[in-house]
């Protein structure tokens, strides 16, 4: 209704305007552009475009000024620029205002519904609460480590001949250097890698190329012939220690973004990621918390069905040895190839009550780890769900074991896209599921490996958990595969689908997180130390425009002005990102104030100074403004640079202040330098006025 209003409403203007450019020759470009801007505005309001409506609409007022019958075209262009800046930064703060005022100040709920952003008080001023998670830094270490074994598997196998060209060995390749070498990954020390070889002589295969692609970043000991020790070097390690708590924060930033909640603060402490959400959504603390703990570590793995892995590991082993819960006698026919299967063993536990799946599979994988696992494979892990009596719903009953294949022939920095989609294809009563779009490279490498283990089965791996390993048909082209989502009921899986897709999307965290505090907080400076800093910035704000006032008269009154104009886009600057005001913010902007209001004191000094020396009021204006200006530009520039370097290195209250800081400096110099100008020209000029009243 309201955009059927507005699209009538500023057509008849744009004819209107039209219309007046037709019979006033002088000012025909000034009603014709009026008239365009309007029609646009009229166009944008039909399609819903608010923004593009908001621009033209103040484009068609610019304009409008531009037509009055007073002063000169240049006068009328800047005065309606600062106009229409001045109604834009209005609409953007209503919103704010209207919460502010609680609703004393009303905005139309039109205008609510499409700002979204608010400028919305912080976590020291509304209390909220704090998160701190710990980056499992070790994890990066062993990932980067377990990136070069695959190398030197890759280099050593083209040494001796059994690989060739740029792709990544097969794994029959490697299979044929296990006979010659053999390649430790130390599960206690995630930052060696040993390489024994069967022939001492062979050691010459680590030669000075081999050592050149190394050595950078590892150092090598060499005990004996036949064995190299690689070890990643402290610098290096510190470098990936940090490198990962920045990515970290990072992909977090983008997570919190997504949710929409960018009055969120998420700061860096050492190797913690501190999180402050302001406010007492419980649904939003919920919510926050199940995305930020995921890792979004996205891995697709083939399974190794044609070894019987846990069969001949627990060969002999008799089940009351076993964990309580624990089977290993289940067997299942595992397709190995076209028209082959193989009985396979696989492991068990069973949730036992009062237990959780997370303490369910922990009991289990105690369990693995006295298994001696071969290096270049593992043991992955899927929940198991068991139907109910109607068959709408799946119970989580406990964890399975599959034997993989430790590399990881697709990864999650393959993907391009993932998207919630509803599943459609009838075979079942209408869930959904998450989509995955890859990179032209992953397209590649998953055609390359669907391709080349038809009738094998495919973990689909994500956080470490298996989410399903279904059985390759066919070569898979086109650059895409999909995720099922295992609940039943559609509500579950449509939640589910849509927290994957965001953590997909916003990438996969460099190494686990794990929650190490949790803090629900008050306003941390209590309600009267808030109500004294907000009074105190107040009172010293008045207390400096009544200055003015008093000792330039009407001068003064226009710097005042042209400090709650700067104050006004201020807040909507502040207000277009989204910003959290916190009381260090508040005396930022009491900070910029006098800031402000010291460039109209250098203007008003000098325009008496050329006063006194005789000079008339236009010719003394024009003076006073050329010879401030370098002085307040120098003034704000250093301001500025200080403001830039509180930002970058600041964290928390004190990044906060800088950026009002920054903003206000940037204000200021348009308000104090453009805006006076135009009065006071307005004066001189427009009133040929004979005695400029300046205190």
């Known amino acids: 209704m309201v955009d059927q209003i507005l699209q009538y409403g500023l057509g008849g203007f744009g004819l209107i305007f039209l219309i007046a450019g037709y019979f006033s020759k002088r ?26 409506l908001a621009i033209f609409g103040l484009c068609a007022v610019w304009a409008l000024i531009c037509a009055l019958p007073f002063m000169d075209f240049a006068w009328r262009v800047k005065t309606g620029f600062v106009v229409a800046i001045g109604l834009g930064a209005a609409l953007c703060v209503w919103p704010t205002v209207e919460s502010i005022s609680d609703r004393k100040i009303p905005c139309p709920a039109y205008v609510k519904n499409n700002i979204p952003f608010r400028l919305v008080a912080g976590l020291d001023l509304r209390g909220g609460l704090r998160l701190v998670y710990t980056v499992d830094v070790e994890e990066a270490i ?5 990136r070069y074994y695959d190398e030197m598997r890759q280099l050593l196998a083209t040494e001796y001949g059994f690989h060739t060209g740029d792709k990544p060995p097969t794994r029959e390749e490697l299979a044929k250097l296990d006979d010659k070498v053999r390649l430790e990954k130390p599960r206690d020390k995630v930052s060696v890698i040993n390489i024994n070889f069967t022939e001492p002589p062979d050691d010459a295969k680590i030669d000075e ?32 220690r940090e490198s990962a708590v920045n990515q970290a924060k990072d992909t977090i930033n983008r997570r919190v973004d997504e949710l929409g909640l960018r009055e969120a603060a998420v700061t860096v402490r050492d190797e913690d990621i501190i999180i402050e959400v302001p406010g007492e959504d419980e649904r939003t603390f919920k919510e926050i918390r199940d995305i930020i703990s995921q890792t979004a570590r996205l891995e697709f793995k083939m399974l190794d069905d044609a070894t019987d892995f846990v069969g001949q590991a627990t060969r002999g082993v008799k089940e009351e040895d076993l964990p309580k819960g624990v089977t290993i006698n289940n067997v299942e026919n595992a397709p190995v190839g076209p028209g082959q299967t193989k009985p396979t063993h696989y492991a068990r536990v069973v949730k036992q009550p009062n237990e959780t799946m997370k303490e369910a599979r922990a009991r289990l994988q105690e369990w693995v780890a006295t298994l001696n696992v071969p290096d270049d494979h593992e043991l992955g892990y899927e929940i198991v769900r068991e139907a109910d009596a109607d068959g709408m719903r799946q119970t989580e009953t406990g964890w399975r074991t599959y034997y993989l294949f430790n590399k990881a022939d697709i990864t999650g920095d393959m993907l391009r896209d993932a998207q919630a989609v509803p599943d459609q294809s009838g075979r079942g009563l209408g869930g959904w599921y998450v989509a995955l779009t890859f990179t032209e490279a992953g397209g590649d490498r998953f055609e390359e490996v669907t391709g080349a283990n038809v009738k094998r089965r495919f973990a689909i791996i994500l956080d470490g958990k298996i989410e399903s390993a279904p059985v390759i048909q066919t070569r898979i082209a086109g650059g895409h595969a999909s995720i099922t989502l295992g609940a039943s009921d559609t509500d579950s899986q449509l939640e589910e689908a849509r927290k994957l897709e965001l953590v997909l999307r916003s990438g996969a965290l460099p190494a686990p997180i794990s929650p190490s505090n949790e803090q629900r907080i008050g306003p941390s400076l209590g309600q009267d130390a808030i109500a004294q800093g907000v009074k105190g910035a107040i009172v010293s704000s008045m207390l400096v425009l009544i200055f003015m006032v008093v000792y330039y008269h009407r001068a003064g009154a226009v710097a005042d002005a042209a400090v709650l104009f700067n104050l006004l886009l201020q807040l909507a600057v502040l207000a277009s990102f989204g910003a959290s005001m916190t009381l260090p913010g508040i005396a930022g902007l009491a900070l910029t104030i006098g800031i402000a209001v010291d460039a109209n004191v250098l203007i008003n000094e000098r325009i008496r100074e050329e006063l006194r020396n005789g000079k008339n009021p236009r010719a003394a204006v024009d003076a006073g403004y050329d010879k401030a ?42 308000t104090g330098v453009v805006c006076t100008r135009l009065v006071f020209d307005w004066w001189v000029r427009g009133q040929k006025i004979k005695t400029l009243n300046i205190g």
């Open 27 to 52: 000012r025909r470009w000034s009603f014709v552009t009026a008239a365009g801007c309007s029609a646009c505005a009229a166009v944008a309001a039909h399609y819903d475009a608010f923004w593009v």
């Open 142 to 146: 062993k990932d980067k480590r377990d």
């Open 209 to 240: 190329k081999f050592l050149k692609r190394f050595q950078g970043e590892m150092a090598v000991q060499r005990p004996r012939k036949g064995l190299a020790i690689f070890k990643i070097r402290p610098e290096v390690e510190s470098r990936f």
């Open 629 to 670: 200006f370098s002085a307040i530009l120098d003034g704000h520039v250093t301001t500025f640079i200080s403001g830039l370097i509180l930002a970058q290195y600041g964290t928390g209250p004190i990044k906060g202040f800088a950026v009002t800081l920054i903003v206000g400096i940037l204000a200021s110099l348009f």
